[in-house]
T-cell receptor, first 109, second 116 residues
C-alpha cells in the first residue's frame, strides 16, 4: 500500500511564529494532495489542497509547497495562533486517498 | 448547511451483534468513503464508492460491508463486530468526475465504536 509519513509527530511553536509541518509521500503517480486539520473530538477539516501540476499554493495564512522530485509536501502557517493547535494530516490521492499519521501542533501563548 | 451526517456518534456493543453506522451527505457528491482512525495509524480507508451501485475495497475492508443504493447514503455494516473493530470511524464525501478527478473530501463528525 501507500506510505504517507509526517516527519515529526509533535511540534510546539510560540504564538505569532510561523509553523512548518512536513509530509513525505511514496507514490510518484499521486496527482492531488490535501492538508487537513483535526481538533479534538471533531472530524478532519480541509485547509488547503494542491494538484501535481503546481508547486505552491497560498491561502489565508497558509501555504502548501509540493516538491515532486523528492516527494515532499509541506504546510506553512503564518503568525500561528492558539486556535491553530490541532493535529494536521496530509493526504495524497491517486485512485484513493492515503493519509499520513498526523503532526500534533501546540501553540504556546 | 452542506454536511456529512453520521449516526450514531457513540456506540458500545458486544461481540457478534450486527450494527450499522449510517452516513448521509446533502451535497450531491459522487464519491463517498469510510475510514477508521486508530492511534499511531492515521486514517485508513475501509471502503469507497465512486457512485451509486459502485463500491470498492480500501486498505482494511475485512469485517465490514457497505452499500450505495442511493447517491446520498453510504452505510457501514459490521455483520459480526469484534473487539479489534473498536475504533473511531469517519465517513467522507467529495465531488468526482472523470475530467477533474479527485476533489476535497468533506468529513463527518465521527462515530466512536466500542466492541466488548
Amino acid at each position: 500500500g501507500e506510505s504517507v509519513g509526517l516527519h515529526l509527530p509533535t511540534l510546539s511553536v510560540q504564538e505569532g511564529d510561523n509553523s512548518i509541518i512536513n509530509c513525505a509521500y511514496s507514490n510518484s503517480a499521486s496527482d492531488y494532495f490535501i492538508w487537513y486539520k483535526q481538533e479534538s473530538g471533531k472530524g478532519p477539516q480541509f485547509i488547503i489542497d494542491i494538484r501535481s501540476n503546481m508547486d505552491k499554493r497560498q491561502g489565508q495564512r497558509v501555504t502548501v509547497l509540493l516538491n515532486k522530485t523528492v516527494k515532499h509536501l509541506s504546510l506553512q502557517i503564518a503568525a500561528t495562533q492558539p486556535g491553530d493547535s490541532a493535529v494536521y494530516f496530509c493526504a495524497e490521492m491517486e485512485n484513493q486517498f492515503y493519509f499520513g499519521t498526523g503532526t500534533s501542533l501546540t501553540v504556546i501563548p | 448547511e452542506a454536511q456529512v451526517t453520521q449516526n450514531p456518534r457513540y456506540l458500545i456493543t458486544v461481540t457478534g451483534k450486527k450494527l450499522t453506522v449510517t452516513c448521509s451527505q446533502n451535497m450531491n457528491h459522487e464519491y463517498m468513503s469510510w475510514y477508521r482512525q486508530d492511534p499511531g495509524l492515521g486514517l485508513r480507508q475501509i471502503y469507497y464508492s465512486m457512485n451509486v451501485e459502485v463500491t470498492d475495497k480500501g486498505d482494511v475492508p475485512e469485517g465490514y460491508k457497505v452499500s450505495r443504493k442511493e447517491k446520498r447514503n453510504f452505510p457501514l455494516i459490521l455483520e459480526s463486530p469484534s473487539p479489534n473493530q473498536t475504533s473511531l470511524y469517519f465517513c467522507a464525501s467529495s465531488p468526482w468526475d472523470r475530467y477533474s478527478g479527485a476533489n476535497v473530501l468533506t468529513f463527518g463528525a465521527g462515530s466512536r465504536l466500542t466492541v466488548l
